[in-house]
């Protein structure tokens, strides 16, 4: 076999389509919508190569049309768990010894495949299963997800080619290996490209991986895992399983070969599996990694000097796009007085301007909430602030489940600081605004970095470059995504790694060498080329 020092394709953004009126990609989505919506889908289990079907199975539907059945996807039994770890375990001895350019190969293949024959379909399934717009659809299960195959793969090589200082008497080299075991990969239902990444990106390193995707990301994640098999990853290299999440990670996490988790989900899930890693640590070959991704109360706060329409916008994009569900989504804004009047006034003409409904009326900028218990949770706090003395609801407010889990675009406003929709992450379409005295700007950049426990993202506007750096300084850790005079949202891989510390995660930057350096082993290794003859140093000479 020949050999060469390899370079891999420039890793380059997928270009955003636009789906405007009269393109051939917003009708070839909205074909794939209709033959998918008017089918129904099986989902089994995919462990070492074989779909299996357990008959134990559960309903997916969209949440803007929660009576309509999209299909089922089968659980799996503890003995499932067992094989996919064992199954994972025998592929590792292929998998991991495979040259990395054939594993470039297949994961750039992949990424060919979704922003080509698997566009319309991809973004299709997430748009029915997890009721995203065309747009949102396209930003996640396409674009993003072609960066994260691309970029890791440029991200790969860079780190391999990191290598240290060799003399002319010895050589000294840097092995990348696997790690030694398996990765429990665990993703959310809000992205798509994160179910894709997160056992992907571990793989790529030579590991393998079990897969849980979200129960409520279903049906785009069979076609993900439809994108991995025709590109050509191994059987038993990602097995994907799901069923009760209690049983399934308390299996894995079991294992004496648990090597690491790579995770994307709550706070308190994240916290409860972290305990139990540590509570088996005396089971495992090796310290294993945590890799996490939690919660946000993510902020936006404004100077004085800031532009209000500016804001308003970074408000409406940044608290109600894809209905708010974004890790990164703003939650709880600060605004100064002399500016809140036309802020107010700009926020309320862009809700007004809202429409609400299914993702195939591409008219609609605001589809459902994920599923029934988010609804309810909304609708409570919605309900308490219409009750609460020192809170009031400026815009929004409305709820209807009756065929979708519809929530209103909601701003309260609070004379609370404190007020409880200000400190919990509601994950939804409700923003609070709390409006401060102009002169308080010191003083409200340390409210807003004492007030949450998370610190994902957050976004400070101002003219007043002094200003600025003062937020930049005070909330340093406040934040592992931080914009200026731009909302919270929206980073783009390649451009703004992503990750958060405190109660957000492990800030290990999605899309990013930090993220891979996670799913690697090194060795040192160094030939000495003529070994010493004599133990004896210099030194030890007589005078």
Known sequence: ??????????????????????????????????EMYNSTVDVPLYINGKNIETGNTAVMSPPHDHKHKLGVYHKAEKKHIEEAIEGALEARKKWATMPWPNRAAIFLRAAELIAGPYRAKINAATMLGQSKNIFQAEIDSACELIDFLRFNVQSMIEIYKEQPESTASAWNRLEYRPLEGFVYAITPFNFTAIAGNLPSSAALMGNVAIWKPSAAQMYSAKVV???????????????????????????ILDSPDFAGLHFTGSTTVFKDIWKKIGNNIDKYKTYPRIVGETGGKDFIIAHKTSNPKLVATAISRGAFEYQGQKCSA??????????????????????????????????????AVIHEKSFDKLAGYIDRAKEDDNAEIIAGGGYDKSEGYFIEPTVIKTEDPKYT????????????IYVYEDDKWEET?????????????????S????????????????????YLNDKPTGAVVGQQPFGGARASGTNDKAGSKLNLYRWVS???????????????YPFLGED
């Not at 994108?227 to 399983?241: H, L, Q, S």
């Not at 100064?336 to 301007?353: A, F, I, R």
């Not at 509601?426 to 609070?432: A, M, N, Q, S």
């Open 225 to 251: 895992l439809d994108v991995f098999k025709e590109a050509g990853v191994p059987d038993g290299v990602i097995n994907m399983v799901m069923g009760d999440p209690n049983m399934i990670t308390e299996t």
């Open 330 to 367: 703003a939650s709880r804004c600060y605004i100064p007085k002399s500016l809140w009047g036309d802020v107010k006034k700009y926020v309320q003409e862009d809700l007004e301007s809202f429409k609400m409904g299914t993702p195939e009326n591409m008219d609609n900028f605001i589809n």
């Open 445 to 461: 950049l340390h409210l807003v970095d004492e007030t949450s426990e998370y610190a994902l993202t957050g976004a400070v506007f």
């Open 522 to 536: 090194p060795r040192m290794v160094k030939e000495t080329f003529v070994s010493p003859t004599d133990y004896r």
């Open 1 to 34: 076999m020949g050999k060469g020092f390899y370079e891999v394709p420039v890793a380059k953004n997928e270009p955003i389509l636009s789906y405007a009126p009269g393109t051939p990609e917003r009708e070839e989505v909205l074909k794939a919508y209709k």
């Open 421 to 432: 929709t200000m400190c919990t992450e509601l994950f939804g379409p409700v923003v609070t």
């Open 463 to 482: 003219e007043d470059r002094y200003a600025l750096q003062q937020g930049v300084d005070i909330l340093e850790n406040a934040a592992g995504n931080f």
